[in-house]
């Protein structure tokens, strides 16, 4: 392998022909050349010397160098010289100079040069990768068209053109089977650099294909007049898709659809024929859920944003539509909304209705020993506790059809004195769970909340400020990308995030934890960071 005047030039044609066909940048095929020569030269001359290779890039001429150091104090004989033995060779040597000895020329042999070898091919497919990285590292999102190369254990290899693409069988609708050959249009959901490579991993379940899909089929979506505000999918079944227009005068259900489905029909087949909803987007949530549940009717809904749930009353005969088949309809409504889902008939709601009616009006006639009639005339009028009669207006009494004034304050005596003794048995029953007096002294809890705070082991104003604002209050936390509840200790007592939080900071100021400047400092620095935030 010793490159002679007749091949010098030919070693750079190598090289220029490798970078084409890799795709690479021909210097960086010298510079594994010039590696693996160096190498080589090491395993003949000894792997302890420190030697450079070198190449014209102009003529191809190859240089082999060795090179010490000028060092204070020698370690290594074979790659550092003394100032003092450096002066052979150089005229007024310095700690810090080079020494470069040239190397005669050599004919690496068979060993060194298969090792010389491995190095090129080694560092060219590093350069390779890096390529490939670069290119598709920025093409995240977007839809790429490729060749089936070959398909391991269900898992899809593509051929994107300058690099290999896997779609794995988790990624592919159903009933999809592709062959070698066959060409594939996919969505690029990651592009990842790890140990072995870049890697490039496509889906074509992802929502976001979908819409891409539409985006290309539909012009008003390329050039931002109609937008895709949610997609939900079930892949390869069915899917709904909600689009708003930004221009009063186009349809954006109608532009989606296109002349005679051909537009959403394009789409289709590119799905294997799942079955899509093209819904009008609303930024009133409960009429998305409405459009969402087509083809269902809804006759009510009632949104519970701090649950993020929806109640939804249908039609008796309405009901297996709006559910679909094995509950697919009201869980793509779901994911499009982004809300928890419950669906009733009009006669379940009828019956919880009158469960409720029937239960208040119990507890009124139980507690204020009134009749059934004015019972039942209390909670029709909207009534539901006895702290709502206790404290109410006393005007709000007397609309009610046969109440005179007497009556209504006799109602609001009869419902304060039953609060009153409830309240007591309640701080009774705190004291002998062991609640102290320091967390009875604390305003803005209930004899109640103080049973349910000493059942839990929260006894004294210390215990209770230690305690989180979701433990009081409850919240929803994310457990394998479900949304699961946690209960709060004084939840039943329609305690809010926000009332949670101003009790817990009151008792840590109250016992010297917290300083009100330190807060009061807080807020005028988060006010002064959103203010720069606006305006830059």
Same mark, same amino acid.
């Given at each position: ?26 210097h960086?095929v ?32 190859l ?99 300058r ?17 070698? *050959? ?9 592009v990842r ?31 931002g007049?109609?937008?895709?505000k ?5 892949p ?20 989606? #659809? ?9 789409v289709?087949?590119?799905l294997?024929g ?5 819904i009008?987007?609303?930024d ?29 009353? #249908? ?10 088949r ?10 499009l ?42 909670v ?12 109410v ?15 209504a304050?006799?109602l ?21 769970? *062991? ?29 209770f ?8 209050a ?45 807060l ?5 620095e ?6 720069e935030?606006?305006?830059?």
């Amino acid at each position: 392998m010793s490159i002679t005047s007749a091949n010098r030039l030919e070693l750079l044609q190598i090289a220029d022909a490798v970078a084409r066909e890799k795709m690479i940048e021909p210097h960086l095929v010298i510079e594994a050349m010039e590696e693996s020569m160096a190498k080589a030269a090491k395993s003949r001359y000894g792997a302890e010397l420190d030697i450079h290779a070198s190449i014209d890039r102009k003529t191809g001429e190859l240089t082999m160098t060795r090179q010490r150091y000028v060092v204070e104090e020698v370690e290594n004989h074979f790659t550092e010289m003394l100032v003092e033995d450096a002066r052979a060779h150089l005229d007024s040597p310095a700690v810090g100079d080079v020494i470069v000895d040239e190397l005669p020329p050599m004919d690496f042999g068979r060993i060194a040069a298969q090792s010389a070898k491995q190095v090129i091919l080694q560092k060219v497919r590093e350069a390779e990768r890096a390529r490939q990285y670069e290119e598709f590292k920025d093409r995240e999102g977007e839809i790429i068209n490729g060749l089936v190369k070959r398909v391991e254990y269900g898992n899809v290899i593509v051929d994107v053109g300058r690099g290999e693409a896997i779609l794995r069988r988790d990624q592919l609708v159903n009933r999809e089977g592709f062959r070698s *050959g066959d060409r594939v249009r996919a969505y690029i959901r990651e592009v990842r650099e790890e140990v072995r490579g870049p890697q490039i991993f496509l889906s074509r379940t992802a929502p976001e294909f979908m819409a891409e899909l539409f985006k290309m089929e539909v012009p008003e979506i390329y050039d931002g007049i109609i937008e895709i505000k949610a997609v939900a999918r079930d892949p390869g079944s069915r899917a709904k898709i909600g689009v708003i227009s930004y221009d009063n005068s186009i349809d954006p259900v109608g532009a989606c #659809v296109g002349m005679r489905g051909s537009r959403v029909q394009a789409v289709v087949n590119e799905l294997g024929g799942e079955k899509i909803d093209i819904i009008p987007w609303n930024d009133d949530a409960p009429t998305f859920l409405v459009n969402a549940l087509q083809p269902a009717e809804v006759t009510k809904v009632v949104l519970d944003e701090d649950a993020e749930r929806i109640e939804v009353v #249908v039609p008796d005969d309405q009901l297996s539509l709006a559910i679909g088949r094995r509950g697919q309809n009201v869980r793509l409504a779901s994911q499009l909304t982004g809300f928890d889902i419950d669906i009733m008939t009009e006669a379940e709601e009828s019956e919880r209705r009158q469960a409720e009616f029937a239960e208040r009006s119990k507890l009124f006639m139980d507690e204020l020993d009134v009749d059934e009639m004015v019972a039942q005339l209390l909670v029709s009028e909207g009534f539901a506790s006895l702290e709502e009669v206790a404290y109410v207006e006393l005007d709000e009494l007397l609309v009610i059809d046969g109440f005179d004034e007497e009556t209504a304050k006799e109602l609001q005596t009869r419902a304060q004195e039953c609060i009153e003794k409830i309240h007591a048995a309640a701080i009774e029953k705190a004291r002998a769970l *062991g609640v102290e007096q320091s967390l009875f002294d604390f305003e803005g809890l209930t004899p109640e909340m103080f049973v349910a705070l000493g059942e839990d082991g929260i006894k004294t104003l210390d215990e209770f400020a230690t305690c989180a604002d979701w433990e009081l209050a409850g919240g929803y936390t994310t457990v394998d990308g479900e949304r699961v509840k946690d209960d709060g200790l004084l939840e039943p007592f329609d305690m809010s995030l926000e009332e949670a939080q101003n009790l817990v900071m009151t008792a840590r100021i109250q016992l010297g934890w917290v300083d009100p400047a330190d807060l009061v400092k807080d807020e005028e620095e988060e006010t002064e960071a959103v203010e720069e935030g606006a305006e830059v």
